[in-house]
Antibody
């Protein structure tokens, strides 16, 4: 059974940093690219970032480019999102998802990030 | 980047056919995918590559695409199909439509 468990969310002040993690199990982790997708409270889904299976290619939404960094550790079956220079508009539930051909197949339950002073 | 446009809401009675559209200039060249999100839950893939249905998704869910518009069709919608539905497409970056709230009552 595929399981994706996000962690690392919390409350942070504007301008602060946070690192999200996603622990994966139930599939061959390095065979899959991985996404981060977020959802602001009461709003729709927003694609954030994608990393290839070997970690060699990364992609970002314009709204986070230069502030967020996606990475993975295939030896630990783990995905990460380093978020710097956080803004109030980054407040959202952050999901990780595994990927086939660029689309999300299985999703975790999300971790909540609140950016507030 | 490009945009995908969905109607904010669609309403049908149980047993009727619900159709949710997604329009975007890239859709003639790119696949559309559809996700169902019930209240308080993570999204679930219901259609991939325009018209393919993952295992475990009921046959009443189908998808099609023509030109700049993709359509999710729920034939004989059930009360349990009430949810938000999002279309998605991708090049190297991804984009979601704004979502459509389906009401079945």
């Amino acid at each position: 059974e595929v399981q994706l468990v996000e962690s690392g969310g919390g409350v942070v002040q504007p301008g602060g940093s946070l690192r999200l993690s996603c622990a994966a199990s139930g599939f061959t982790f390095d065979d899959y690219a991985m996404h981060w997708v977020r959802q602001a409270p009461g709003k729709g889904l927003e694609w954030v970032s994608l990393i290839s299976g070997d970690g060699g290619s990364t992609y970002y939404a314009d709204s986070v480019k230069g502030r967020f960094t996606i990475s993975r550790d295939n030896s630990k079956n783990s995905l990460y999102l380093q978020m710097n220079s956080l803004r109030t508009e980054d407040t959202a539930l952050y999901y990780c998802a595994n990927s086939l051909s660029g689309y999300m197949v299985y999703w975790g339950q999300g971790t909540l990030v609140t950016v507030s002073s | 980047s490009y945009e995908l446009t969905q109607p904010p809401s669609v309403s049908v009675s149980p047993g009727q056919t619900a159709r949710i559209t997604c329009s975007g200039d890239a859709l003639p060249k790119k696949y559309a995918y559809w996700y169902q999100q019930k209240s308080g839950q993570a999204p679930v893939l219901v259609i991939y590559e325009d018209s393919k249905r993952p295992s475990g998704i009921p046959e009443r869910f189908s998808g099609s695409s023509s030109g700049t518009m993709a359509t999710l069709t729920i034939s004989g919608a059930q009360v349990e199909d009430e949810a938000d539905y999002y279309c998605y497409s991708t090049d190297s970056t991804g984009v979601f439509g704004g979502g459509t709230k389906l009401t079945v009552l």
